[in-house]
């Protein structure tokens, strides 16, 4: 009589490996794990992809909600455009990169217009809270005169740069009637020139427009 069990039909067939566990089971598996993949790219790269598509597709008409003017096209900083700093060493302006920067334009003697121009910089950037450190003043001196010690001592954060006046007014434009000299400008963190705020400006406004800019932007 035998003893040997009957045989399987699968018998003699070498049995199907088993998946190591969290190995990926199958190609919708596989799948699975690219789609993820993509998506954790996509969510990374949201919020730099945000903020240009605020500030550089969709266009500001009638009812905008941005109070400066957007540059169009993007003005890079010069990669000539050398300035002097109070240590009287020359360096490109673009070495700022990195930063949003709110730049003004004025000779050394600094009148009212220069000084409000000024306040408006250090106030705005102040209003920022923790994202201020993101923000840097600059003001392009169109000459090397002296600066008088009180505005030395009232703005002690603001870069004081001597700039070539005919580089930079190559570089920063001005409204119909104006010249540069009555604004204020934006740069962004890639050294794009992105915005020009009016003569005579509602500092209020421009602070809207600068916290909007440093919310949707990851950068600098």
Known sequence: MSTQSPRSPQAGKSAAPKAMPGQPNGKGSWQRGRWMLLLLAIICAAPIAVS???????????????????????????????????????????????????????????DKACVTKLYFMRQIRAAQGPERERVVEVWLRTDAGKVADVIQTAYPGTEMLIADPAQVSAWLPADQGTQITDHIYMVD?????????????NPSKIKVDVTKLLKWSSIG
């Open 189 to 201: 963190p890639n050294g794009n020139l992105m915005m020009r705020f009016p003569k005579d400006p």
């Open 52 to 110: 240009y598509f605020m500030y550089y597709v969709i266009k500001p008409s009638g009812s905008s909600t941005s109070y400066g003017t957007l540059v169009e096209p993007q003005r890079p900083i010069p990669d000539s455009l050398v300035v002097t700093g109070e240590d009287g060493k020359p360096v490109k302006l673009a070495t700022l990169r990195g930063h949003w920067l709110l730049i003004s334009v004025d000779s050394s003697a600094c």
